[in-house]
């Protein structure tokens, strides 16, 4: 076979030419104009659709597409001229009846007309790039009825009217409106948004920026959100209603700025209900009002988290600066833990918990916290007074979420070492004297500061509770060993502290009685007979001891007292009366202990066990002292004397600053060598940055103190000053 090329396949036009009625496209007009005229005159159910699609089909079959295109245009355009006289007619309330029931109709015979003259809308203007059928009806509607000058400043007129009477409290026909915004927006955006929306939008600003004048000369502060939020809410309710949805967020706009933007300043500093008084009445409704709305505007939320701010950070200066607050350290931390829980609540419940709000708030308390040097130790004494008493018969989750809140003033602390520094002084104390209410409470802050800040912060609080814990074993075995040969002398008990772990104490000398220093001896011989290489020394400042007192009468008693009351006690029993300059010579107690051990013991009412001549609240050298044998009490036990932790004298505070100083300087040091030793080269300022950023977690560095110690490392020959650039520093390897 060969391979023959296969041609294409096509039809040939028609030759012959048919001769076609010169009057033809005329007649078939006729036909379907009268269609037409049937249709708009609602007569279309003697029409048979079939015949008039055929005709339509011919005429543009015929090449008459143009002719039928012109005579629609033609007959449309005239049916619409009566239909806008009609509604131009329509009084009063029934202008719109009348547009919308026109509007139905008109659309209903656009279908009718579609359906047609389908024909010529698939195949002709397209062709002819020509307006569809459709599309053709809804612009002549839009240029003969709406653009109609008489109709659309009448249409425009009553729309913003009924929206006026709305806002006024009035009911109107919304789904009156809802159909005649949707024929709007169904002739286009452009005629919805030209012919209804941009006026609307004017006419609501206005409205709005006179109503909100009215109201912020007439309300406070709480009424006028409330009336904005509604007026709010009325316009989103109204747009879901009857308006095209794009409309929200430009009418909200209006609002938001008339109501809000322009007035934000004057509400949020409105005399007696503005933002600080809602804050200070805990007004937690209007509160997350002002913030829902202000949220909505450019800067709203900056400037209510400025104003709080600016208020929680004087008020917190003013807490530090009163003295009659200072006077209580506990009750001055409980003060500033309460004004927390207060905000927080105010930004949990009214700022929807916003972060910006709460670093704000956690910003302001750092501030103020700092502004008072004794912030560290006032936090301290409080931790002290709730672990000796103030969690008795507290549940494990209140004790928990009172810690908490201590980490989070902790967590505000700069200087946290001088916290650290007091902390173990007022634990040492809790400690030795057994006066804490709970173990659990105690170790479980330990835990949070050693996540809070690291081991080497917590190292010296563990080291205490491993000395109680290794003690009491010591004093098993040691009663143990020597149980028999103490008979019914004294009983002993002895906590053995490792002299780093604990609070630096001064050795201080005190003459114990003949009957203690006897057992004291056994225990030494004991102790370092079972660790060899150990030194013990005697703190008798930090000691206890529980006497057996019998009165006149014979009325007995047990006196918990501290050793140095003890030394002076047991004196009384060889003597009745001993002056100060005896009991000072014999007991060797030093001078400052010493008058208040006797103040305790014979100027304090239901305490006093010894009489002092001359009676008063002062001890002087020439004073002196007699047992009181007349004593009496309710109680078989007495406690004399053992105070609790208390603030520092300005004397007392200024030693511990200087020994926090001290104790700042290697730590400083060891800060510089290890970025020496990371960098070899470094400026100055950078030294300075790097070190500051290394121990902030424990205290802010102070740079001239930096400045000392890097000189006192070129001293030592850790770093020089480069040669050509002073600021430049090396390290040396």
Known sequence: MSAQKKKAFQIEAFKHRVVVDPKYAEKTWKILEHAIHEIYNHNASGLSFEELYRNAYNMVLHKFGEKLYSGLVTTMTSHLKEISNSIEAAQGGLFLDELNRKWAEHNKALQMIRDILMY??????????????????????RDVIIHSHAIQSRLQAILLENVRRERSGEVIDRGLMRSITKMLMDLGPSVYQDDFEKH?????????????????????????LKKAERRLNEEIERVSHYLDTRSEVKITNVVETEMIESHMHRLVQMENSGLINMIVDEKYEDLGRMYCLFRRVSNGLVLIRDVMTSYIRDTGKQLLTDPERLKDPVDFVQHLLDLKDKYDKIITSAFRNDKTFQNALNSSFEYFINLNSRSPEFISLFVDDKLRKGLRGVTEEDVELLLDKVMMLFRYLQEKDVFEKYYKQHLAKRLLSGKSVSDDAERSLIVKLKTECGYQFTSKLEGMFTDMKTSQDTMQGFHASHGSDIGDGPMLSVQVLTTGSWPTQPITTCNLPAEILGI????????????????????????????????????????????????????????????????????????????????????????????KEPMSKDIVDTDTFLFNDKYTSKFFK??????????????????????????????????????????????????????????????????????KRIESLIEREFLERDKGDRKLYRYLA
């Open 520 to 611: 004291c001896e056994k225990f030494r011989n004991y102790y370092l007979g079972t660790h060899t290489g150990r030194r013990l020394s005697w703190q008798t400042n930090m000691g206890t001891a529980d006497l057996k007192a019998t009165f006149g009468k014979g009325q007995k008693h047990e006196l918990n007292v501290s050793t140095y009351q003890m030394c002076v006690l047991m004196l009384f029993n060889d003597a009745d009366r001993l002056s100060y300059k005896e009991i000072e010579q014999v007991t060797e107690i030093p001078t400052f202990d010493l008058k208040r051990c006797l103040q305790s013991l014979a100027c304090v009412k239901g305490k006093n066990v010894l009489w």
């Open 120 to 141: 010529m809308d698939r195949t002709f203007i397209p062709n002819t790039h020509k307006t569809p059928v459709h599309e053709l009806g809804l612009n002549l509607w």
């Open 200 to 224: 609307f939008l004017e006419v609501s600003a206005d409205f709005y920026r006179l109503e909100s004048q009215e109201f912020i000369e007439s309300c406070d502060c709480g009424e006028y």
């Open 638 to 707: 007495v406690k004399i004397g053992t105070v609790a932790a208390q603030r520092e004298s300005e004397p007392e505070n200024q030693e511990t600053r200087q020994r926090v100083e001290e104790d700042r300087k290697p730590q400083i040091e060891a800060a510089i060598v290890r970025i020496m030793k990371a960098r070899r080269v470094l400026d100055h300022n950078n030294i300075v940055a790097e070190v500051t950023k290394q121990l902030q977690s424990r205290f802010l560095p102070n740079p001239v103190v930096i400045k």
